[in-house]
């Protein structure tokens, strides 16, 4: 699968740089071509030397070579690669990156890379667990960032637990697997609904649910990972998708949300309905603010549009369409019933009772139900998995469509 790509190798300061001499071995093995930027504080860790000679390409590490004045462009670099894989990437790093910072050339190419970037983190166990080091990996996960988890067991400190570098053998595979999927959606149309709706009552209150978006922007950047183009149709979240093949519509209400389905839903081949669309809106909106009187107030409410179901009348042949279901009760039957009377192709349920999953998390646990009668249940992942398993499913779903 490596046969070809361009991988361009960003190495940090950290005892996990030798791994990455061994990491550049096995890419040149499997007939990858190979550039490598290194930090200043890499080159105390692993020379320059020992990797130019493993990767048969000069190492970087300033904008300019002092030498000749040659300028070590980082547009250029971030064009050439078909993926910038930073191994090990200290927390010093990540955090950088997460905060935009461009003080060295493996940040400045991160900053204009257009291919997709993964990360291998390396560090103590401390620094790895902190808040501020987590904070950092999801805002780069959200911007779809592939992050390959650390290992746990014995560290440079002489510490015990989560933050060694994994094993060049499994980052390889990681690689593949990421260049595998790639393509695999390439030409496909895919639109999502993500995040709450939120129905004005006056200017300054609505109505609203506790959704984070994390699913749908999720399962954008997986699509989107994997070649597809994708419009996420997104309520008021605070996300940004990372991918350039995601186009955004922002929308607040449920009945713009529709409008915005509805007229993108030409040659659409794949519908993911996965935001928690209010159902219900006031009746007036109020136009200057409500005041508050002594007596009881009512507000009435009518229903709002159904997104998932009105697409479920007019969809086209062969378009897939899955939806989400979160339940407290009768999960299963109720899920059932939603994929019936929407007419989805296959629902997500989601279960309030499990620990860990829903609104809110960075993890869920889901069951996938079709509607040719499969039940597919998950273990409690994280939300990228859980996205990346969907994604598995319904590219099972489009062929069982082609057949
Ligand atoms: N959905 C939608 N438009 C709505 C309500 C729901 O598109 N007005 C979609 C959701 O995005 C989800 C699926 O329908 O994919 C099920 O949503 P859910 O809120 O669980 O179901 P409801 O039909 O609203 O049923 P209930 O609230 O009674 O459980």
């Known amino acids: ?11 940090t300061g950290s005892i996990a740089a030798y791994k990455s001499a061994m990491l550049i071995r096995l890419f040149i093995k499997e007939g990858a071509e190979v550039r490598v930027i290194m930090t200043e504080m890499a080159k105390n860790f692993i020379t320059p030397l020992t990797m130019a000679t493993l990767s048969k390409n000069p190492i970087l590490v300033d904008f300019y070579n002092p030498e000749n004045g040659d300028w070590n462009s980082h547009v250029s670099l971030g064009l050439w690669a078909d993926l910038y894989l930073i191994a090990p990437a200290s927390a010093n790093t990540l955090s950088k990156m997460a905060g935009g910072i461009a003080d060295n050339l493996l940040l400045t190419t991160y900053l204009s890379a257009k291919c997709p970037v993964a990360v291998a983190p390396a560090m103590d166990l401390d620094m790895y667990r902190h808040p501020a080091t987590q904070a950092s990996l999801s805002l780069l996960r959200e911007r779809g960032v592939h992050v390959i988890e650390p290992a746990s067991g014995e560290l440079a400190s002489g510490l015990d637990g989560k933050g060694r570098m994994e094993e060049p053998e499994e980052i390889l595979h990681q ?6 999927r790639k393509a695999t959606l390439a030409g496909r ?19 609203s649910n506790y959704s984070s978006g994390k699913m749908g922007y999720s399962l954008a950047e997986s699509f989107a990972g994997r070649g597809a183009d994708v419009v996420l149709v997104s309520g008021p979240v605070s996300l940004n998708p990372g991918n350039p093949r995601i186009r955004r519509i922002n929308v607040e209400t449920a009945v ?3 409008d915005a389905v509805i007229s993108n839903v030409d ?6 309905l996965c935001a928690a669309v209010a159902d219900y809106a006031p009746e007036t909106v109020a136009s200057s603010k409500i005041k508050r009187k002594q007596s009881d107030m009512t507000l009435n409410l009518v229903p709002n549009p159904d997104i998932a179901a009105e697409l479920g009348k007019i969809k086209k042949k062969g378009m897939i369409t899955v939806g989400f279901a979160l339940e407290t009760d009768n999960e299963l039957e109720n899920a059932r019933q939603k994929l019936k009377r929407k007419n989805l192709d296959a629902i997500v349920l989601n279960s309030l009772k499990d620990e860990g999953a829903g609104f809110a998390h960075d993890t869920n646990r889901v069951t996938i139900i079709s509607s040719c009668g499969d039940v597919v249940e998950g273990v409690l992942k994280r939300k990228e998995e859980v996205a990346s398993d969907i994604v598995d499913y319904v590219e099972k779903l489009l062929l069982c469509s082609r057949d």
């Open 267 to 272: 040659n659409a081949d794949i519908a993911v």
């Open 256 to 258: 713009q949300m529709k």
């Open 175 to 180: 690689v593949d697997e990421l260049f595998e």
């Open 1 to 11: 699968m490596l046969k070809g790509k361009r991988i361009l190798l960003a190495v």
């Open 189 to 207: 149309k895919v639109i999502i609904t993500a995040g709450p709706t939120r129905e004005p009552i006056d200017p300054v209150r609505f109505i």
